[in-house]
């Protein structure tokens, strides 16, 4: 099995940010098609910020990304729809919420039209022409409600309350899209979306919804035509327009292993895609941050405040600083909600052949895993420093309905990896990894068990006091420096952290083993020293078959359940 493709992770320059903020409120208010009755729920539309924008196009580059600035706006009414699937033997299921005042009903969408989590699939036509009218590409887009966003009007909302991305990570529970009530989001899927190999030059396209969507949300059959200049340039010369990087050409593997884990460009960027990795790190080096996509629960709890396995939502996420002293008194577990740690099991399962320092010749098992929290309350970990030393002695807190600190536990170490690549503090033993045999039995363990939390991954926000806007999802905020004497580290609810395992030690070395079934398994939580909801669902297992010769092994992923990512 080949390695998977590895995103750029480069950022957009500024000309698509400013048109996202040049919407001009008023267009946003088109007609729906004459004579039809538009179904319930907010008006939308289809508009354009300029008649014509610029995309370079860098040299070895495979193509442009078509970022032409065009926005679906939301008026009258948010746009919004939950996401879920009950298990990963069920298929995915779309309803659209639909407000109206304080009533609030759902309309599920056609089943099979949603069939992941990253948006909704063939959204947008577009049409692409070159100057003799011929058309050069035709191609359809996922649309996702969650992408860079602003408002048209200025009575809109000042913040929208919707998570910042979709999400691509294969093992997502459940998710929320919006746009909220007078804001415009911008069509575009960024580095999400396929390049188009457009030389450079001048072209016209034309941009539309697609006639089951406008029909689905009352949408007039309008289309957008602009003009699209194609700009051929060279990387000695620095920030670019459109869709181009705006600095040193980029590459790697996401978040955790040459880059943390965030899918697209800067998150909140306007006219730049931000979704969510479902690619980890290795390396630990800080990327661009990736932003969660979910849903949080409208359900009223079954009893008022915080008490054992329930919660009426009033507690208040803790802040990222640290505590400046160690807890003192005796540790005590208060009777108050906890995190749950679930494992999801392995994907982007490959092999290599000791590449980033490994060892040359031998045969590696790469794989990404991710633990998240299913809440109800984030996990809270704070190390503190004994001076002068590589260690901090960690411990994990606990709140109370109003936020206020209850409680504490000893939770291991965290140690401070100098590593180039890693230049911060892990906390220890949060996961492990192990590959078994047929039987079960261990065959390889990865030498990864330390780790720097943060929120790569978006997995349920449908799950109560879900965030939907941590703010520790890149490592550069998350994990401290070399002269902290404490840190924080947070996993909040809803959210997963996934690393990959493609950096020297992680992966699995199986230059001798024989060939047939194993299973890669991902363990939270493993020496048991978190305080969690429950301790059931810490394990999870991916089957995989290796064969081939040494020097040439190849590894089959079969389906889990209806996941057939590898």
């Not at 080949?2 to 267009?27: D, N």
């Not at 939308?44 to 370079?56: F, G, T």
């Not at 196009?57 to 996401?83: H, K």
């Not at 590589?390 to 504490?408: E, P």
Request: neutral net charge.
């Amino acid at each position: 099995m080949t390695k998977p493709h590895h995103h750029s992770r480069t950022r957009r320059s500024a000309v698509a940010a400013g048109a996202a903020l040049a919407v001009i409120a008023g267009v946003a208010g088109a007609a729906p098609v004459a004579g039809a009755e538009a179904p319930a729920g907010p008006k939308l539309s289809l508009i354009a910020a300029s008649d014509s924008v610029i995309i370079d196009r860098y040299e070895g580059e495979p193509g442009v990304y078509l970022d032409l600035g065009t926005y679906v706006t939301a008026d009258g009414g948010p746009l919004e729809f939950r996401v879920t699937r009950k298990s990963y033997k069920d298929p995915v299921v779309a309803k659209q919420i639909i407000r109206e005042g304080k009533k609030t009903r759902t309309k599920t969408l056609p089943k099979g039209l949603v069939k992941d989590f990253s948006g909704l699939p063939g959204f947008l036509q577009v049409t692409i022409t070159d100057a003799a009218g011929a058309a050069v590409v035709k191609t359809t887009e996922t649309f996702c409600p969650n992408n860079a966003s602003g408002r048209i009007r200025p009575d809109a909302p000042s913040t929208s309350k919707y998570p910042e991305s979709c999400s691509t990570n294969p093992f997502t529970l459940g998710s929320v899209w919006g746009v909220e009530n007078g804001w415009a989001t911008n069509t575009n899927l960024g580095y999400y979306s396929e390049p188009v190999d457009l030389p450079a030059g001048e072209y016209t396209a034309k941009v539309s919804v697609t006639k089951k969507y406008r029909d689905l949300f009352g949408m007039p059959s309008t289309s957008k035509s602009l003009k699209v200049t194609v700009r051929a340039r060279s990387w000695d010369e620095g920030g670019g327009v459109g869709a181009a990087p705006s600095g040193a050409k980029a590459t790697g593997h996401a978040g955790h292993g040459g880059g943390h884990g965030g899918h697209g460009a800067a998150a909140g960027h306007p006219g730049a895609s931000a979704h969510t990795s479902s690619n980890g790190r290795g390396a630990d080096a800080p990327a661009p941050p990736a932003l969660p996509n979910a849903l949080k629960s409208g359900r009223a709890a079954a009893h008022p405040g915080d008490g054992p396995g329930h919660t009426d939502g009033s507690r208040i996420a803790p802040a990222l600083k640290p505590n400046a002293k160690r807890p003192a008194g005796l540790a005590s577990v208060p009777d108050v909600p906890k995190p749950d740690l679930r494992a999801l099991p392995a994907w982007d399962i490959s092999i290599t052949d000791g590449e980033d320092g490994d060892i040359p010749g031998k045969d590696y098992l790469a794989f990404s895993a991710n633990v998240w929290n299913a809440g109800p309350a984030p996990l809270v970990v704070d190390g503190f420093r004994s001076p002068g030393k590589d260690l901090m002695d960690a411990y994990q807190y606990f709140y109370d309905a109003k936020g206020k600190q209850v409680g504490h536990a000893p939770a291991g170490t965290m140690e401070w990896d100098a590593r180039q690549g890693h230049e911060h503090w892990h906390f220890t033993d949060f996961a492990s990894y192990r590959l078994l045999s047929a039987d079960k039995k261990e065959a390889v363990r990865s030498g990864k068990e330390a780790f720097c939390l943060a929120n790569t991954d978006a997995i349920d926000y449908t799950v109560k006091n879900a965030n939907w806007h941590p703010n520790n999802t890149d490592l550069s905020t998350a994990c401290g420096v070399q002269s902290s004497i404490s840190v924080r580290e947070v996993l909040d609810v809803g959210s997963g952290d996934t690393y990959t395992q493609y950096r020297p030690g992680q992966s699995f070395e199986i230059t001798d083993l024989p060939n047939g079934t194993y299973y890669i398994e991902v363990l939270a939580n493993p020496e048991r020293r978190l305080h969690e909801t429950s301790l059931a669902n810490n394990t999870a297992l991916r089957k995989v078959v290796l064969s081939g010769t040494a020097g040439a092994r190849k590894v089959t992923v079969p389906a889990h359940d209806l996941i057939n990512a590898p």
